[in-house]
């Protein structure tokens, strides 16, 4: 790209900054064992750097260069049915030097839903194992 924004925190805003160079790779499985079960799973590995500055300075802030996520969907016959999801986010550095970087974040959501005809209620337990880890990092000199 011929430019990246970047957020500033200081500002608030995002800025248009160097150019990068993103590439990457993702794998993706379903798979049905049964007829009321179903499995999946996505991997997502990426490298971001800046181009045309020092090797030294060219990270991406807040670019994560792997996200995984898997669940498994289930129908309980009677119009019962549910979920349970994973999703991790690796670290990512949050300045150009790389000497400070996030923590990985991961995630564990559980839901369980009914039908009604052609409706369906549902409920979803976000973070079910209350994780204390943050949704997003800067860093602030």
Not at 4 to 17: A, H, I, Q
Not at 41 to 66: D, H, K, M, Y
Not at 74 to 83: A, D, K, V, Y
Request: proline share 4%; charged share 15%.
């Amino acid at each position: 790209m011929g430019s990246e924004l970047v957020f500033s925190g200081d500002g608030g805003t995002t800025e248009p900054n160097d150019a990068t160079r993103c590439y990457g790779t993702e794998a993706n499985l379903f798979w049905r064992p049964t007829n009321w079960q179903a499995l999946d799973g996505s991997v997502g590995l990426t490298n971001a750097r800046f181009r045309n500055v020092e090797a030294t300075q060219n990270r991406i802030p807040n670019s994560t260069s792997n996200v995984i996520s898997g669940g498994a969907a289930f129908e309980f016959g009677n119009g019962l049915s549910g979920s349970l999801r994973l999703r991790h986010f690796g670290s990512a550095p949050l300045i150009e030097d790389n000497s400070a970087r996030s923590h990985p974040t991961t995630r564990v959501n559980l839901g369980g839903y009914y039908k009604l005809g052609r409706a369906k209620l549902g409920i979803d337990i976000l973070n079910l194992f209350s994780a204390q880890n943050a949704h997003i990092t800067y860093f602030y000199t």
